[in-house]
């Protein structure tokens, strides 16, 4: 699969990047208003990569209110194929202790204040979510794992709570007796905009801390969670450039977000205005400006 170009989305700990070549960061607009910040464009070897921190460099935004959709569309524009989204997550079993890293491989979305499509006027389109993540992307993120002897589990469930306030201890064990492997706050709607725009995507959870149903850990504090963050940010660091440097060795071609969208709009084409085609040009313009 020829032309394709790396996305790096960073989250609590991973602000910028370290050890790269051609730094430049860059406003982009787009049709959803701001992403949380410039991106950075930058170069390891002959790879061009574009990274934008999550919560805005400084940690400025909180989950609820990121731009989700200017953040994909920004991703999109430059170019971006394939997305690792790195999170800090806490941790609902015992054996994903502080400092594990997960590669997900599933979502329950528990948010509910956020806009979770680009497809919400006019135009409707219904992907499928059954395999959220990139399988090949995956197998990437798990070699390079293994070579940074980085403790790490291949799949696991991602609860995805609204916050910015941690569960109560009932959530917890509600969440826990759903048999999920980790919570955070940002995964969603990330995932299912990155497959309406055909990107490729794959979440690495850093397990930061104990979820509050843990007899021996029964509240979750900032200072506790930034102390593993900072452990966390150097081999996130160290787990990306291996991902640079291999992620063209792992085969996506018969990945779920390849050319999902041929078979998930369902308005009428005559229905369709210039103007908001225009709006959906970087994500559906494969699909909605297609000549008959």
């Known amino acids: 699969m020829k032309n394709r170009k790396l996305g790096i989305i960073g989250g609590s700990g991973l602000y910028k990047m370290e050890g790269f070549d051609k730094i430049k960061w860059k406003k982009i607009k787009t049709p959803w208003g701001k992403p949380s910040d410039e991106i950075l464009n930058a170069k390891l070897g002959k790879e061009e990569i574009c990274f934008i921190p999550r919560h805005s460099r400084g940690h400025k935004i909180n989950p609820t209110n990121i731009n989700f959709r200017a953040n994909i569309d920004a991703m999109k524009q430059l170019g971006v194929t394939d997305i690792i989204s790195v999170s800090a997550v806490g941790s609902l079993k015992e054996d994903l202790e502080p400092g ?12 509910f204040s956020r806009v ?14 059954a395999k959220p993540t990139s399988s090949g992307l995956s197998d990437c993120c798990e070699t390079a794992l293994k070579k940074l002897n980085i ?4 799949g696991g469930t991602y609860v995805v709570m609204e916050g910015p306030q941690f ?13 999920a492997d980790v919570i955070g706050m940002t995964n969603m709607p990330e995932a299912k905009l990155a497959r309406e725009a055909e990107i490729r995507y794959c979440t690495v959870a850093m397990v ?35 991902i640079i440097n291999t992620f063209k060795d792992f085969s996506v071609e018969k990945d779920p977000a390849n050319n999902c969208l041929d078979v998930a709009i369902i308005t009428d084409p005559k229905l369709r205005t210039k103007k908001t085609k225009n709006k959906l040009k970087n994500i559906a313009g494969r699909v909605l400006n297609k000549k008959k």
């Not at 403790?151 to 291949?154: E, G, H, T, Y």
């Not at 569960?167 to 048999?179: F, H, R």
């Not at 801390?209 to 969670?225: A, G, L, M, T």
């Open 100 to 111: 594990k890293f997960v590669i997900v491989d599933q979502f329950i979305d528990r948010t």
């Open 151 to 154: 403790k790490n589990q291949r």
């Open 167 to 179: 569960s109560t201890l009932a959530e917890s064990n509600l969440y826990k007796s759903w048999g």
């Open 208 to 242: 930061t801390d104990y979820d509050c149903w843990h007899p021996n850990h029964d509240e979750v504090d900032v200072s506790i969670v930034i102390q593993t963050l900072m452990k966390n940010a150097a081999n996130a660091q160290n787990m990306i450039k291996e």
């Open 116 to 129: 979770k499509t680009f497809f919400d006027e006019e135009i409707v389109a219904h992907v499928s979510m």
